[in-house]
C-alpha cells in the first residue's frame, strides 16, 4: 500500500512519536462520555440554563477534555508534519497532557460542588499546561512554513487560545474570590466568542483546508475562501478584546465576532460541502458522513446563537451551546479522529514495510462499521439533545446524555482497536 497523492509532500519523518498524539486522543473521548452522563444525571438543570453548575460542567468537559485535548494533540502532530516546523522540547508535550487533564478535572469538580480550592487548583494547572503547549507551538509557527494559508491560520488559533484561557483562569479566580468580575455577562460572551469561534472554528478552518483535500481528494479551497477567512478571523481576534475592555455594550461584542462567525459557520461549510461534492474518490465513507453532518449544522448553530444574543428565551443559548459543542465542532473532531488516528498508526508502525511484507490498509485498521457505531450515537444525542432543549422533556434529555456516553464510548473502542490491531 501506498500512501494517497494528497498525503505526498508532508515532512512525515518530522512526526512526533506515536505517544505524544495518541495520549491526547485517547483520553478525549472519556471526556465527552463524562459529559454525556453528567447530563443524563441532572438534564433538567442543565438542558434550563447555562448558568447551572451541570451545564458549566459539561461544557468545559465538552471544550477542554475532548474539543481542546483533541486539538492540542493534532497540533503536535500538524505543525511539524503539514508545517515543516518541528516544536521544540516536544515530550514535554506529556506533561501538557497531565496538567490539562488534572486541570479540567479540577474545573468540573469545582462547577459541580462549589469548591474554591478545585477552582484555584484548575487555574493553576490549566495555566500551567496552555503555557506549556504555547511556548513551543509558537516558536515552531514561527518557523514553519508561511506559503501554507493554514500556518498563519494555527498562528492566530494562538492568539484565541491565549484570550479564551485568560478569560477562562480570570473567571475561575472570581469564583474562587481572588478576582473581581464587573461584567460577568459580558466576560462570558467574551470567553464563548474566544473559545467557540475563534479557537475552535479559528482552527478547524485553516486544518480543513489540508486535511479535507489530503483525505478526500477534492479540489483544493478556492483562494477567495481562504484569504477571506483569514482576514475575518484576524479581525475578529483583534476586534474582541477591544470591544470587551473598552466598551460597555453587548452589541460591540458581537460586531466584533461576526466576521468570524460568518466565515466559520457559513463560508467554511458551504465550500466544504461544494468540494466534497465533486472529490475524485466517489466512495462515501463514514468519516466523510462525519463531514456532511457537522457541516449542515454549523449555519442552524449561527442561528440559533444570534437568536440568544439578540433573545430572552434561556433555551436559545442552551442550544446554541449544545450545537456548537455536540454537534458542529464534536462532529468534526469524530469523524476526523476516525481518519487521522488509523493514518498515524499505520505510518509508525506498518509504512516502512510496504513492499517487504503485506500490511492493512487504512480501512482494515477501522472498517466503516465500527466508525457508524460513533456516528449513529454521536449525531442521533445531537438530534435528541436538541429536541429535549426545546420542549425541557426530562426524558429526552436522559436519552440524549445517554447517546453522548455511547458516543464516547464507541470512539474511544474504535481507537483502542486501531492501535491494538495486529497483523
Excluded: C, N
Excluded at 471544550?63 to 481542546?68: R, S, V
Amino acid at each position: 500500500m501506498s500512501l494517497d497523492p494528497g498525503m505526498r509532500g508532508l515532512s512525515l519523518e518530522q512526526a512526533p512519536p506515536l505517544s505524544i498524539p495518541m495520549s491526547f486522543f485517547l483520553t478525549a473521548p472519556l471526556s465527552l462520555a463524562a459529559g454525556g452522563l453528567v447530563i443524563a444525571l441532572d438534564s433538567s438543570t442543565a438542558f434550563a440554563t447555562r448558568w447551572a453548575p451541570s451545564a458549566a460542567a459539561a461544557v468545559h468537559l465538552a471544550t477542554l477534555g475532548y474539543l481542546a485535548m483533541t486539538m492540542l494533540g493534532a497540533l503536535y502532530q500538524m505543525l511539524p508534519v503539514v508545517a515543516g516546523a518541528k516544536v521544540p522540547a516536544v515530550r514535554l508535550a506529556h506533561a501538557v497532557h497531565a496538567m490539562l487533564t488534572a486541570g479540567s478535572a479540577a474545573l468540573v469538580v469545582g462547577f459541580l460542588s462549589g469548591e474554591t480550592l478545585a477552582f484555584e487548583l484548575a487555574a493553576a494547572l490549566l495555566t500551567a499546561a496552555f503555557v506549556a503547549f504555547l511556548v513551543p507551538m509558537a516558536i515552531a509557527a514561527l518557523r514553519a512554513r508561511a506559503e501554507l494559508d493554514t500556518v498563519p491560520g494555527m498562528r492566530l488559533v494562538a492568539l484565541a487560545l491565549v484570550g479564551v484561557v485568560s478569560l477562562g483562569v480570570w473567571m475561575a479566580l472570581g469564583r474562587a474570590g481572588h478576582a473581581y468580575l464587573r461584567d460577568l455577562l459580558r466576560v462570558h460572551l467574551a470567553h464563548v466568542g474566544f473559545g467557540i469561534v475563534l479557537f475552535v472554528g479559528g482552527l478547524i478552518v485553516p486544518i480543513s483546508w489540508q486535511v479535507v483535500p489530503m483525505f478526500y481528494l477534492t479540489e483544493p479551497y478556492p483562494r477567495w475562501s481562504r484569504v477571506g477567512s483569514l482576514v475575518a478571523l484576524g479581525a475578529s481576534t483583534l476586534a474582541t478584546p477591544g470591544a470587551l475592555f473598552f466598551t460597555s455594550s453587548r452589541l460591540a461584542l458581537g460586531v466584533a465576532l461576526a466576521p468570524a462567525a460568518l466565515a466559520v459557520f457559513v463560508v467554511h461549510p458551504a465550500v466544504t460541502l461544494a468540494r466534497l461534492a465533486k472529490r475524485r474518490r466517489r466512495r462515501v465513507g463514514e468519516s466523510l458522513r462525519f463531514w456532511q453532518a457537522a457541516m449542515a449544522i454549523a449555519p442552524l448553530t449561527l442561528v440559533v446563537g444570534a437568536l440568544g444574543f439578540f433573545g430572552d428565551d434561556p433555551r436559545w443559548v442552551v442550544l446554541f451551546g449544545w450545537l456548537a459543542l455536540v454537534g458542529w465542532s464534536s462532529v468534526i473532531v469524530h469523524g476526523m479522529s476516525t481518519r487521522i488516528v488509523p493514518f498515524l498508526v499505520w505510518f509508525h508502525r506498518y509504512s516502512g514495510r510496504v513492499g517487504e511484507v503485506a500490511v492493512p490498509s487504512m480501512r482494515e485498521l477501522l472498517p466503516d462499521a465500527r466508525a457508524r457505531l460513533g456516528l449513529v450515537a454521536h449525531v442521533g444525542a445531537t438530534i435528541v439533545g436538541a429536541v429535549a432543549i426545546w420542549t425541557q422533556s426530562r426524558a429526552l434529555g436522559v436519552a440524549a446524555g445517554a447517546g453522548l456516553v455511547a458516543a464516547g464510548l464507541a470512539a474511544f473502542v474504535a481507537l483502542v482497536r486501531v492501535l491494538t490491531f495486529a497483523r
